[in-house]
């Protein structure tokens, strides 16, 4: 099992290094960072000292060997350097810094990108579990539902409904339940257009306003929720022409007990991929949900970024994207030799 996930690991760890480079490589290219720093004053000195501290006085390939410095949790720094850039780390002998990635200051704000990205990520771990939940609560027993109903008007109504949900897209779907629901029926529902999960009393203290995520949590809920329901209702009905759910029956169990501790158990492979992609997905790609219910995540940060060529905000949000898709992966190798003992891991 060890060996299994340390070699997982070092795999992830050269799909994360492929994406350091694209993104270096894509970014390093759109306009000048100096005068995106700068902005529209300053004079020659103010931009050869911003070159500077940028490496762009320098070579690409200096500049991408102190990008990886920089994102590697051991780098090599003066104690000058380092004081001057803020860079928090413990020394650990020489010039060798421990510290955590650092993904460099926002060329607007001049905040560190990490500090910007841990405050926007509970709000995107909030949406993206909400929604999980959402559609795996009501996913896997309408499945189960629709397998057993098969062929009744429960079982047209789950596929049908499933259809409309894979084939909406999100963005679509948010705009019209953000103004039917946050809009023309906000006296009955209490819910309003836009809102994040915190806002600011007078004493200007952080208060949770969770009735917020309800509307993205549902629009973004939906496809993923319509994929799990047409996996499960396929791999159930499956798994019911099986020989050992006859046995089952023959030895005189019920069908509850036959359907979720034989049945399921054996169904579940294939939903637990959906359910892990689904929540890398939305951990990564909430950016339009976010942005329309003005939830205060990584996706708006992002967008927000993109639309002022932010470009080390954006970089960082990337390369976190990717960080998330590959632990996730990880995690659903290691489900399956939970929840399926035919999986065995050597």
Known sequence: MLRYLLKKIVYGFFVLLGVVVLVFALFQGFGDP?????????????????????????????????????????????????????????RVGGNWVLKAPYLRRSYQTKRPVGE????????????????????????????????????????????????LGISAPSFFMGIIIAYVFGFLLTGWTGLSLTGSWFAIDMQGQRRLTLQNLILPAITLGIRPLAIITQLTRSALLDVLQQDYIRTAYAKGLGQRTVLW????????????????????????GAFFIEYIFGWQGIGKLTVDALEKLD????????????????????????????????????
């Not at 771990?125 to 062929?151: E, F, H, N």
């Not at 501790?261 to 990564?284: K, M, Y």
């Open 34 to 90: 100096a005068q995106l720093v700068m902005g529209q004053t300053g004079n020659k000195a103010t931009e050869a000292a911003i070159r500077k501290e940028l490496y762009l006085d320098r070579s690409k390939t200096a500049q991408f060997a102190h990008y990886l410095n920089d994102l590697s949790p051991i780098s090599r720094y003066s104690e000058a350097e380092q004081q001057e850039r803020a860079i928090p780390g413990w």
């Open 116 to 163: 910007m990205l841990a405050q926007a990520l509970p709000g995107t771990l909030m949406l993206a579990t909400a929604a999980m939940l959402l559609a795996v609560l009501l996913g896997i027993p309408l499945g189960m539902l629709a397998a057993v109903r098969k062929g009744s008007w429960l079982d047209t109504s789950a596929i049908v409904t499933s259809i």
């Open 261 to 284: 501790r034989h049945a399921l158990r054996n169904a579940l492979n294939p939903v637990i991929t959906a359910i892990t992609g689904w929540f890398a997905e939305l951990l990564a």
């Open 311 to 346: 470009f080390p905000v954006v970089m960082g949000s990337v390369l976190l994207s990717a960080t998330f898709f590959i632990f996730v992966n990880l995690l659903a190798d290691i489900l399956y030799g939970v929840v399926d003992p035919r999986v065995r891991l050597s």
